[in-house]
């Protein structure tokens, strides 16, 4: 009998706690807090499971300290935005609660993410004898288990991985993201990077692109070369990988209406002057665009996301591919999300149990591959996110 408190009641925030609520032999009390406790009342006066909420800015980590003294939670699952991993990873240690995350730290002025910052604090929750599990989410998340599985099951050395990324879906808008808008067009707009021959490569943003056909009466759709963070601990722990990419699908809308944004300077990061007033222009974009939290009503189609892998079973070249499809509607009847938000909420889900009830231990800073894959992939079946394989 377990004790909870998630940070974020966001998209991905609401999706965490109707799942977590699911599973009351485990997470028996539930604490939802985020900067706006109204969000919280909002989502838990929805669910027929007792839900406790509290207000708490993340970045400030006295505040998060008292409220972790308070609630005396066993675990922090934080659901908030990257640029409160650390504060809340702070927070963790000062007051000796296990942490897990979604998406690894980012610097709000640089749009750059890394685990640096994060494994940093590998010694410091190791001598505490407490946990963090990084990336508990789908990309990075269930991405790495389906690498760790197929290294333990199906391969004996990976050479080659494509993480591939599709929302097959419309949300009938003109352009919205599925995930929060400032932290999604930071990303995209990245320059692209992968990893080949132990080194990183560069590209433009979205410059190499290529089709591929998916699964499930998807069909071909054309995807486009990013960086994201996964690949970065994937090569650390599977050394044996000499070439590893991630790839997303985008609409045709969602790219013009990014490029346009662009050339306007509409996603600059930097602060400009408005009437007198500093602003930051994706900031105020954020806040013009569609709450990815308010999609799921609309949203219809599937999200199809896997890990392609090349390497050598019994000496002879083998090709695996994992991935799961996701229904948008279906998600929306259960929790009343999109498949985004859903993808990345149970596995978050999921991380926490598999910590809670021991499956999944350890003192320090782990990547969600450093752990048996099975008892992960077993729980992605049970909630809601079943799998599917195929090799050739
Ligand atoms: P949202 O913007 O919908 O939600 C974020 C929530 O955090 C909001 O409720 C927000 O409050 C709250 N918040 C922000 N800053 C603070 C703060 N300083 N103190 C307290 N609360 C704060 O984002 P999403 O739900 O879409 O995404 C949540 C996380 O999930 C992000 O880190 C994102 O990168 C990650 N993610 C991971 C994926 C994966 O597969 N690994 C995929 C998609 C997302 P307010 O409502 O007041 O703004």
Known sequence: MKNVLIIGAGGVGNVVVRKCAQVPEVFSRITLASRREEKCRAIAADIDYPVDTAQV???????????????????????????????????????????????????????????????????????????????????PGVTNVFTAWMAKHELDEIHELDIIDANAGDHGKAFATNFNPEINIREVTARGRYWEEGQWKETDPLAVHRSFDFPDGIGPKEIYLMYHEELESLVKHFPSIRRARFWMT?????????????????????????EGKEIIPLQFLKS???????????????TCI??????????????????????????????????????????????????????WRGDGVFNMEQFDPDPFMDALNEHGLPWNVTSW
Request: hydrophobic share 35%; net charge negative; charged share 25%.
């Open 306 to 359: 896997g890990c392609v892998a090349k390497g050598l079973k019994d000496g002879k070249e083998k090709t695996v591919y994992v991935y799961n499809i996701c229904h948008h509607e279906q998600c929306y009847r259960e929790v009343k999300a999109q498949a985004v938000s859903y993808t990345t909420g149970v596995p978050a889900m999921i991380g926490g149990k598999l910590m809670l009830n021991g499956k």
């Open 57 to 139: 800015d993340a970045d400030i980590v006295p505040e998060v300290v008292d409220l972790l003294r308070e609630r005396k939670p066993d675990l922090l699952i934080n659901v908030a935005l990257p640029y409160q991993d650390l504060s809340l990873m702070e927070a963790c240690l000062e007051a000796g609660v296990d942490y897990l995350d979604t998406a690894n730290y980012e610097p709000p002025e640089t749009a750059k993410f890394e685990y640096k910052w994060q494994w940093a604090y590998q010694d410091r929750f190791r001598e505490a004898g407490l946990m963090a599990l990084l990336g508990s989410g789908f990309d």
């Open 288 to 302: 013009v665009l569609p709450d990815p939290a308010s999609l799921g009503p609309s949203t219809k189609g599937k």
């Open 250 to 274: 985008f609409s045709k809308s969602y790219l013009n209406h990014l490029e346009v944004l662009q050339d306007v300077g509409m996603t600059r990061i930097d602060p400009v002057m408005h």
